[in-house]
């Protein structure tokens, strides 16, 4: 799932919590906006996590097991390239910083995750096979997070408990595949990589004028929908698919950059999700009038970017 579309998703949903809540809508834009740092954070999170264990794993593995001579599995993680340069990055190292004081009231945790390293090493060999190459390393080290991280959830909520992480069961499978793609994309190279930034100003702005336009303008986008759809009056629409088809108009009226098509297509795959087929197909059919209508009457200024 793209960033983009998971901010949709989430604008969707408080957007169905404002129409139900009848709460003032400023103040669920704010819980909106706090639910995407919170989720930006909790990314951040998963790499300092990365850091600390690799720091503290060479002082546990002593307290392991003292009269064991194999710790392939500890040395492929205190040694694993990949999350030295994540430790280089300057971001990271200045959220790692803010960190340390969380994460050494959390050692338990840290050797709670290398104990259990150690269980899959005797279950799964490859976790016991010495990595010979920075490839190697990498593989080693989505298998932990795989094996580790993803399938731990009761582990992993309890790191980020009394933290300024809020954890929400429903987001982080989106977390896992952001961390997965950051570590997939990083190579002996490029020690300057790119993390995503979902609380980033340009992601900011989109949502919050989705957000915004979606609720101000959607009398006229509901007059719109009446207009065009035969038999069906808005009144009839369930609210997530009247919700969807608000905020498609809204970026084909008000987001200038984003093309019809995508649009159209992004709706749709979150209709597959929150909808019922007929209301898929409901959702596909409206929009396609709509955005005939709407480039009929010459109301759709769309900017053409050139790369």
């Keep these: 799932m793209s960033i983009r579309r998971y901010l949709r998703i989430q604008c969707m949903k408080f957007l169905y919590a404002q129409y139900l809540s009848k709460i003032d809508l400023y ?8 639910n995407i740092k919170s989720l930006n954070n909790f990314y951040v999170h998963f790499f300092c996590l990365m850091i600390t264990i ?9 307290q392991l097991n003292r009269k064991e001579e194999k710790f392939n599995y500890i040395d492929n993680f205190s040694c ?23 994460f050494k009231n959390k050692k338990e945790s840290i050797f709670f995750f290398l104990q259990e390293l150690k269980k899959k090493s005797k279950k799964y060999k490859f976790f016991e096979v010495p990595c010979s190459s920075f490839e190697e390393e990498k593989k080693f080290l989505l298998k932990c997070y795989q094996f580790l991280f993803i399938s ?3 582990w992993i909520e309890s790191l980020v408990q009394d933290s300024y992480i809020l954890y929400e069961k429903e987001n982080i499978d989106f977390v896992h595949q ?4 950051t570590l997939q994309l990083i190579n002996n190279s490029n020690n300057d990589f790119k993390l995503y930034n979902i ?8 949502i919050l004028n989705l957000y915004r336009n979606t609720i101000f303008h959607k009398e006229k986008f509901n007059h719109l929908i009446n207009k065009i759809s035969d038999n069906w ?3 009839r629409i369930s609210i997530i698919d009247l919700i969807l088809l608000q905020m498609a108009i809204c970026e084909f009226l008000y987001f200038p950059h984003i093309p019809p098509k995508v649009t159209i297509n992004e709706y749709i795959e979150i209709a597959k999700i929150f909808c019922m087929k007929k209301s898929t197909m409901f959702v596909n059919g409206i929009l396609d009038k709509a955005l005939k209508y ?12 050139f790369k």
Excluded: P
């Excluded at 103040?27 to 706090?34: A, D, I, R, W, Y």
């Design 233 to 235: 009056n808005v009144e």
């Design 80 to 102: 694993n390239s990949v999350i030295k340069i994540l430790s280089n990055h300057q971001y990271l190292v200045d959220q790692y910083n803010d960190r340390k004081i969380f």
């Design 152 to 154: 731990s959830e009761t």
């Design 178 to 181: 952001m961390v997965k793609k």
């Design 54 to 62: 690799q720091e503290n794993s060479l002082n546990i593995k002593k």
């Design 199 to 206: 609380y980033n100003k340009e992601n900011k702005k989109f």
């Design 294 to 305: 709407l480039q009929e009457k010459n109301k759709i200024y769309k900017k053409i970017l």
């Design 27 to 34: 103040k669920v834009e704010k819980n909106l906006l706090e």
